[in-house]
Protein backbone atom coordinates (compact mmCIF):
# COMPACT_ATOMS: atom_id res chain seq x y z
CA UNK A 1 0.00 0.00 0.00
CA UNK A 2 1.15 3.83 -0.69
CA UNK A 3 1.91 5.68 2.00
CA UNK A 4 0.26 9.18 2.25
CA UNK A 5 3.79 10.79 2.56
CA UNK A 6 4.42 9.12 -0.63
CA UNK A 7 1.17 9.65 -2.59
CA UNK A 8 1.34 13.05 -1.47
CA UNK A 9 5.35 13.38 -2.70
CA UNK A 10 4.22 12.06 -6.24
CA UNK A 11 1.45 14.49 -6.07
CA UNK A 12 3.32 17.63 -5.80
CA UNK A 13 6.18 15.98 -8.59
CA UNK A 14 3.35 15.79 -11.45
CA UNK A 15 1.76 18.94 -9.76
CA UNK A 16 5.22 20.44 -11.04
CA UNK A 17 5.66 18.51 -14.05
CA UNK A 18 2.24 19.53 -14.98
CA UNK A 19 3.03 23.09 -14.65
CA UNK A 20 6.38 22.70 -16.58
CA UNK A 21 5.04 21.46 -19.10
CA UNK A 22 2.65 24.28 -19.04
CA UNK A 23 4.86 26.93 -19.20
CA UNK A 24 7.11 24.83 -21.75
CA UNK A 25 3.93 25.52 -24.58
CA UNK A 26 3.60 28.86 -23.19
CA UNK A 27 7.52 30.22 -23.31
CA UNK A 28 8.68 27.74 -26.10
CA UNK A 29 10.14 29.96 -28.77
CA UNK A 30 10.04 32.93 -26.35
CA UNK A 31 13.74 34.32 -25.28
CA UNK A 32 14.41 36.07 -22.12
CA UNK A 33 17.46 38.70 -21.95
CA UNK A 34 19.35 38.58 -18.51
CA UNK A 35 22.42 39.92 -17.34
CA UNK A 36 24.28 39.06 -13.98
CA UNK A 37 27.97 38.74 -12.49
CA UNK A 38 30.61 36.56 -14.10
CA UNK A 39 32.72 34.06 -13.10
CA UNK A 40 31.68 31.69 -10.06
CA UNK A 41 28.82 33.65 -9.07
CA UNK A 42 27.92 33.46 -12.60
CA UNK A 43 28.44 29.80 -13.12
CA UNK A 44 26.33 29.11 -9.92
CA UNK A 45 23.48 31.30 -11.59
CA UNK A 46 23.53 29.48 -14.70
CA UNK A 47 23.94 25.95 -12.94
CA UNK A 48 20.67 26.50 -10.77
CA UNK A 49 18.60 28.67 -12.62
CA UNK A 50 19.21 29.56 -16.31
CA UNK A 51 19.54 25.94 -17.15
CA UNK A 52 17.13 24.08 -15.32
CA UNK A 53 14.92 26.93 -16.21
CA UNK A 54 15.34 26.74 -19.96
CA UNK A 55 14.89 22.68 -19.63
CA UNK A 56 11.89 23.57 -18.03
CA UNK A 57 10.00 26.33 -19.50
CA UNK A 58 11.48 25.95 -23.48
CA UNK A 59 12.51 29.34 -23.06
CA UNK A 60 15.48 30.68 -24.60
CA UNK A 61 17.56 32.48 -21.97
CA UNK A 62 20.02 35.27 -23.29
CA UNK A 63 22.71 36.06 -20.81
CA UNK A 64 25.25 38.97 -20.46
CA UNK A 65 27.77 39.10 -17.72
CA UNK A 66 28.65 42.26 -15.67
CA UNK A 67 28.92 43.09 -11.91
CA UNK A 68 26.72 45.52 -10.03
CA UNK A 69 28.00 49.01 -11.50
CA UNK A 70 27.87 47.96 -15.34
CA UNK A 71 24.64 46.35 -15.01
CA UNK A 72 23.65 49.80 -13.59
CA UNK A 73 25.00 51.89 -15.98
CA UNK A 74 24.32 49.49 -18.49
CA UNK A 75 20.54 50.16 -17.44
CA UNK A 76 20.85 53.47 -17.63
CA UNK A 77 22.28 53.87 -20.85
CA UNK A 78 19.91 51.56 -22.38
CA UNK A 79 16.83 53.37 -20.91
CA UNK A 80 14.96 54.52 -24.15
CA UNK A 81 15.36 51.21 -25.79
CA UNK A 82 16.00 48.43 -23.07
CA UNK A 83 18.00 45.50 -24.41
CA UNK A 84 17.77 44.05 -20.93
CA UNK A 85 14.25 42.07 -19.00
CA UNK A 86 15.58 41.16 -16.04
CA UNK A 87 18.71 42.22 -14.30
CA UNK A 88 20.62 40.33 -10.80
CA UNK A 89 22.54 42.57 -9.15
CA UNK A 90 23.86 43.65 -5.82
CA UNK A 91 20.86 45.48 -3.46
CA UNK A 92 22.43 49.38 -4.08
CA UNK A 93 21.38 48.98 -7.47
CA UNK A 94 17.41 48.03 -6.74
CA UNK A 95 17.35 51.89 -5.03
CA UNK A 96 19.54 53.27 -7.24
CA UNK A 97 17.69 52.15 -10.96
CA UNK A 98 14.25 52.73 -9.10
CA UNK A 99 15.42 55.80 -8.10
CA UNK A 100 15.27 57.02 -11.38
CA UNK A 101 12.25 55.01 -12.25
CA UNK A 102 13.72 52.57 -14.30
CA UNK A 103 12.22 49.49 -13.07
CA UNK A 104 8.46 47.47 -12.94
CA UNK A 105 7.32 46.94 -9.67
CA UNK A 106 7.38 42.72 -9.40
CA UNK A 107 4.08 40.89 -9.43
CA UNK A 108 4.02 38.54 -6.43
CA UNK A 109 1.46 36.94 -7.26
CA UNK A 110 3.31 35.70 -10.04
CA UNK A 111 6.05 35.15 -7.96
CA UNK A 112 4.86 31.92 -5.76
CA UNK A 113 8.38 31.39 -4.06
CA UNK A 114 8.05 35.36 -3.03
CA UNK A 115 5.92 34.08 -0.19
CA UNK A 116 8.55 31.64 1.44
CA UNK A 117 10.99 35.14 1.78
CA UNK A 118 11.81 36.59 4.64
CA UNK A 119 10.66 39.82 4.42
CA UNK A 120 14.09 42.14 4.51
CA UNK A 121 14.22 40.41 0.99
CA UNK A 122 11.10 42.31 -0.17
CA UNK A 123 13.61 45.32 -1.21
CA UNK A 124 12.99 48.83 -1.92
CA UNK A 125 8.57 48.02 -1.68
CA UNK A 126 8.94 45.09 -3.80
CA UNK A 127 10.68 46.25 -6.98
CA UNK A 128 13.53 43.85 -6.33
CA UNK A 129 13.61 40.30 -4.12
CA UNK A 130 16.85 39.08 -2.94
CA UNK A 131 17.50 35.90 -3.74
CA UNK A 132 21.15 35.60 -2.25
CA UNK A 133 23.25 37.35 0.97
CA UNK A 134 26.60 37.28 1.54
CA UNK A 135 28.68 38.66 4.16
CA UNK A 136 31.49 40.55 5.70
CA UNK A 137 32.83 39.19 8.87
CA UNK A 138 36.11 37.83 10.20
CA UNK A 139 37.95 35.12 9.01
CA UNK A 140 40.09 33.00 11.93
CA UNK A 141 42.87 30.90 11.81
CA UNK A 142 41.10 27.88 13.78
CA UNK A 143 44.18 26.82 15.58
CA UNK A 144 43.60 30.52 18.09
CA UNK A 145 40.36 31.23 20.08
CA UNK A 146 37.74 32.63 17.58
CA UNK A 147 36.47 36.04 17.88
CA UNK A 148 32.96 36.78 19.54
CA UNK A 149 32.82 40.47 18.55
CA UNK A 150 33.93 42.90 16.44
CA UNK A 151 35.97 44.76 19.46
CA UNK A 152 38.33 41.71 19.61
CA UNK A 153 40.08 42.53 16.26
CA UNK A 154 41.59 45.58 18.69
CA UNK A 155 43.13 43.05 21.20
CA UNK A 156 46.83 42.14 21.74
CA UNK A 157 46.22 38.84 20.30
CA UNK A 158 46.02 40.00 17.03
CA UNK A 159 48.80 42.69 16.85
CA UNK A 160 50.08 42.81 13.52
CA UNK A 161 48.19 39.55 12.73
CA UNK A 162 45.20 41.27 11.05
CA UNK A 163 44.44 41.09 6.83
CA UNK A 164 42.83 44.39 6.48
CA UNK A 165 40.57 44.60 2.99
CA UNK A 166 42.00 47.28 0.62
CA UNK A 167 39.98 50.70 0.74
CA UNK A 168 38.90 50.02 -3.15
CA UNK A 169 36.73 47.25 -1.71
CA UNK A 170 33.48 47.69 0.10
CA UNK A 171 34.63 45.16 3.31
CA UNK A 172 37.00 48.25 4.07
CA UNK A 173 33.78 50.58 3.86
CA UNK A 174 31.91 48.24 5.71
CA UNK A 175 35.25 48.32 8.63
CA UNK A 176 35.26 51.86 9.19
CA UNK A 177 31.33 51.97 9.65
CA UNK A 178 32.02 49.16 12.78
CA UNK A 179 34.42 51.40 13.91
CA UNK A 180 32.48 54.14 14.26
CA UNK A 181 29.94 52.39 15.72
CA UNK A 182 31.93 50.66 18.23
CA UNK A 183 33.46 53.99 18.65
CA UNK A 184 29.55 55.45 19.55
CA UNK A 185 28.55 57.02 16.38
CA UNK A 186 27.22 55.77 12.88
CA UNK A 187 26.88 55.66 9.30
CA UNK A 188 25.64 59.29 9.49
CA UNK A 189 29.03 59.77 12.01
CA UNK A 190 31.61 58.68 11.40
CA UNK A 191 33.99 61.09 13.38
CA UNK A 192 34.29 58.27 16.17
CA UNK A 193 35.92 55.47 13.12
CA UNK A 194 38.90 57.74 12.32
CA UNK A 195 41.06 57.33 16.50
CA UNK A 196 39.54 54.25 16.55
CA UNK A 197 40.93 53.00 13.30
CA UNK A 198 44.41 54.59 14.28
CA UNK A 199 44.35 51.86 17.15
CA UNK A 200 43.87 49.83 14.94
CA UNK A 201 46.76 50.17 12.49
CA UNK A 202 49.43 48.19 14.70
CA UNK A 203 47.30 45.15 14.29
CA UNK A 204 47.66 45.13 10.36
CA UNK A 205 49.79 42.29 8.92
CA UNK A 206 49.10 43.18 5.66
CA UNK A 207 46.23 44.52 3.31
CA UNK A 208 44.61 42.00 1.31
CA UNK A 209 45.21 42.00 -2.33
CA UNK A 210 46.36 38.29 -3.21
CA UNK A 211 43.30 36.01 -1.58
CA UNK A 212 45.33 33.00 -2.65
CA UNK A 213 48.45 33.83 -0.95
CA UNK A 214 46.40 35.83 1.89
CA UNK A 215 44.83 32.27 2.51
CA UNK A 216 48.02 30.45 2.80
CA UNK A 217 48.94 33.01 5.27
CA UNK A 218 45.98 32.62 7.64
CA UNK A 219 46.38 28.62 7.22
CA UNK A 220 50.18 29.49 8.14
CA UNK A 221 49.18 31.32 11.17
CA UNK A 222 51.27 34.15 9.97
CA UNK A 223 47.90 36.08 10.36
CA UNK A 224 45.27 35.15 12.53
CA UNK A 225 42.12 36.97 11.40
CA UNK A 226 41.25 38.69 8.13
CA UNK A 227 38.26 41.14 7.34
CA UNK A 228 36.35 39.95 4.31
CA UNK A 229 33.76 37.78 2.35
CA UNK A 230 33.95 34.19 3.19
CA UNK A 231 32.92 33.46 -0.77
CA UNK A 232 36.26 35.10 -1.84
CA UNK A 233 38.61 32.81 0.17
CA UNK A 234 36.45 29.22 -0.46
CA UNK A 235 38.59 28.33 -3.23
CA UNK A 236 41.41 27.85 -1.16
CA UNK A 237 39.87 26.38 1.76
CA UNK A 238 39.77 22.69 2.27
CA UNK A 239 37.48 20.47 4.23
CA UNK A 240 40.99 19.96 6.65
CA UNK A 241 41.52 23.62 6.28
CA UNK A 242 42.35 26.16 9.50
CA UNK A 243 40.51 28.72 8.67
CA UNK A 244 37.17 29.40 10.20
CA UNK A 245 34.10 31.91 9.58
CA UNK A 246 32.72 33.51 12.15
CA UNK A 247 28.96 34.45 11.77
CA UNK A 248 28.24 34.67 15.35
CA UNK A 249 29.72 37.90 16.16
CA UNK A 250 27.80 39.54 19.22
CA UNK A 251 27.29 43.13 16.91
CA UNK A 252 26.16 40.81 14.28
CA UNK A 253 27.77 40.99 10.58
CA UNK A 254 27.33 42.98 7.81
CA UNK A 255 25.00 41.31 4.97
CA UNK A 256 24.55 42.14 1.16
CA UNK A 257 21.74 40.89 -0.74
CA UNK A 258 21.87 39.80 -4.47
CA UNK A 259 18.36 40.88 -6.08
CA UNK A 260 16.46 39.93 -9.09
CA UNK A 261 14.50 43.36 -10.96
CA UNK A 262 12.60 43.97 -14.06
CA UNK A 263 13.40 46.38 -16.60
CA UNK A 264 10.98 49.11 -17.22
CA UNK A 265 10.02 48.87 -20.20
CA UNK A 266 11.57 45.18 -21.23
CA UNK A 267 10.11 43.68 -24.04
CA UNK A 268 9.93 40.30 -22.85
CA UNK A 269 6.88 38.23 -22.06
CA UNK A 270 5.94 39.01 -18.11
CA UNK A 271 5.15 35.99 -17.41
CA UNK A 272 7.68 34.43 -18.29
CA UNK A 273 10.57 36.88 -16.83
CA UNK A 274 8.49 36.62 -13.67
CA UNK A 275 8.73 33.16 -13.49
CA UNK A 276 12.19 33.16 -14.10
CA UNK A 277 12.69 35.73 -10.89
CA UNK A 278 10.52 32.67 -9.14
CA UNK A 279 13.29 30.41 -10.50
CA UNK A 280 16.08 32.25 -8.20
CA UNK A 281 14.21 32.23 -5.18
CA UNK A 282 13.36 28.57 -5.48
CA UNK A 283 14.62 26.42 -2.09
CA UNK A 284 16.74 24.01 -4.95
CA UNK A 285 18.28 26.83 -6.52
CA UNK A 286 19.29 28.70 -2.87
CA UNK A 287 20.39 25.88 -1.81
CA UNK A 288 22.47 25.20 -5.32
CA UNK A 289 24.17 28.73 -3.97
CA UNK A 290 25.06 28.25 -0.79
CA UNK A 291 27.05 24.87 -1.48
CA UNK A 292 28.54 26.09 -4.94
CA UNK A 293 29.48 29.56 -3.60
CA UNK A 294 28.69 30.23 0.03
CA UNK A 295 25.90 32.75 -0.41
CA UNK A 296 22.95 32.31 2.10
CA UNK A 297 19.67 31.72 1.20
CA UNK A 298 16.66 34.31 1.18
CA UNK A 299 13.47 31.44 0.78
CA UNK A 300 12.98 30.16 4.36
CA UNK A 301 11.89 26.50 3.10
CA UNK A 302 15.76 26.12 1.80
CA UNK A 303 18.16 23.65 3.57
CA UNK A 304 21.43 24.06 3.58
CA UNK A 305 24.01 21.34 3.66
CA UNK A 306 26.16 20.76 6.91
CA UNK A 307 28.75 21.71 4.21
CA UNK A 308 28.09 24.90 3.61
CA UNK A 309 26.16 25.56 6.86
CA UNK A 310 29.47 27.43 8.96
CA UNK A 311 29.77 30.26 6.05
CA UNK A 312 26.71 31.04 5.79
CA UNK A 313 23.55 33.48 7.35
CA UNK A 314 20.42 30.71 7.19
CA UNK A 315 18.99 30.99 10.68
CA UNK A 316 15.96 33.07 11.48
CA UNK A 317 18.39 34.21 14.75
CA UNK A 318 21.12 35.38 12.11
CA UNK A 319 19.12 36.88 9.78
CA UNK A 320 17.67 39.03 13.10
CA UNK A 321 20.93 40.03 13.83
CA UNK A 322 22.53 40.90 10.43
CA UNK A 323 23.63 44.20 9.42
CA UNK A 324 22.00 45.57 6.59
CA UNK A 325 23.26 49.06 5.51
CA UNK A 326 22.20 51.81 2.92
CA UNK A 327 24.79 51.63 0.20
CA UNK A 328 24.01 54.44 -1.48
CA UNK A 329 24.80 56.52 1.98
CA UNK A 330 27.58 53.95 1.99
CA UNK A 331 28.65 54.97 -1.48
CA UNK A 332 28.10 58.43 -0.84
CA UNK A 333 30.43 58.56 2.30
CA UNK A 334 33.61 56.73 -0.03
CA UNK A 335 35.78 60.40 -0.13
CA UNK A 336 35.44 61.18 3.20
CA UNK A 337 36.64 57.81 4.25
CA UNK A 338 39.06 57.04 1.81
CA UNK A 339 40.41 60.79 2.40
CA UNK A 340 40.67 59.34 6.25
CA UNK A 341 41.59 56.00 5.45
CA UNK A 342 44.65 57.07 3.58
CA UNK A 343 45.92 59.73 6.29
CA UNK A 344 45.45 56.99 9.06
CA UNK A 345 47.13 53.85 7.34
CA UNK A 346 49.78 55.44 4.88
CA UNK A 347 50.93 58.67 6.07
Known amino acids: ?5 TFLAATAAAAAAGTFKAQ ?9 RVQFWG ?17 ATGAKV ?23 DVVLLDDVGVFALNRQGLLDKIDLSKVPNAADLYPSFVLDGGYGLGFWT ?7 NNKTPAPSSWEDLWSTEYKGKLLVPAITDTQALLLVLMAAQLGGGSLDNLAPAWPKLAELKPQVFSFIENRALDAQVLQAGQATAAVDIPTYFKPYMSEASDIGVA ?6 VFAITGAAVLVKGSKANSDLAHAFINQTL ?17 NK ?35 EIIENWNKIFFS
Open 1 to 5: MISRR
Open 39 to 55: GSDGLALRKYVVDPFMK
Open 24 to 32: AATFEGHTL
Open 282 to 298: SPEAQAGYAAAAWYGPT
Open 134 to 140: YITTILH
Open 247 to 252: TGLKEG
Open 62 to 84: VVEEGVTSASIAKVVAQKSDPQM
Open 301 to 335: KTVVSEAAAPYVLHTPEQFEKAIQVSRLELVNKRP
